[in-house]
């Protein structure tokens, strides 16, 4: 069946550091969602993308979803605090594929 | 203010024992989903409905059952829980209007432990 592979699965950055979770998918995807859980907390929705090669920025947050429709990525410029969480990618409309998701840590 | 409650938030008990956790929105959204997260394995979905009495498995389905008799409410149900069943479960639901793309919105979890 369709797989989702999310790396890596943990990232250690210092604050300002960039960081970037990568999301692969073995089929084509009609759309990819992102989502942020903090520790302890429940996902919550960052973005979607839907065409090939989009590209949308949130402030420090840059998604980009590959031309084949089969990648994304997620890169947050100068890390800070806050961002701490697993960032998971998701592929699908009704039934959902999750990536095993990024945590990401930021030492201060 | 717009949500999706879970409940019971944590439960114990034991194996067997047939068990069923609420989940409600009241943002008056078509689409609701179960999902459960264990440690390494991310978010696998167990069952979703694309709207009343429309019901569909996910990756996980099984072991449990749903059931969507109103737009706001779908409980997820273990006729008979097993120690394998022991995770995080969280509820969700998105509009399906086009507008709202796929913004899923999710309960607070439920923490299950099945001995």
Redesign the interface.
Known sequence: ?QQVM?IP?YQHVQEGEDFTTYCNSSTTLS?I?W?KQRPGG????LI?LVKSGEVKKQKRLTFQFGEAKKNSSLHITATQTTDVGTY?C?GG?????????TELSVKP | EAQVTQNPRYLITVTGKKLTVTCSQNMNHE?M?W?RQDP??????IY?S?NVEVT?K??VPEGYKVSRKEKRNFPLILESPSPNQTSLY?C?SRSRLMTS?????????TRLTVT
């Open positions: 069946g999310q699965q759309n969602q989502y429940h996902p919550v929705f979607q998971f998701a409309r009704g039934k959902l594929i999750f990536g095993q998701g | 689409y989903s999902y390494g394995l991310g978010l696998r979905q979703y694309m569909d996910g990756d969280f969700a793309a796929y913004e899923q919105y999710f309960g607070p979890g």
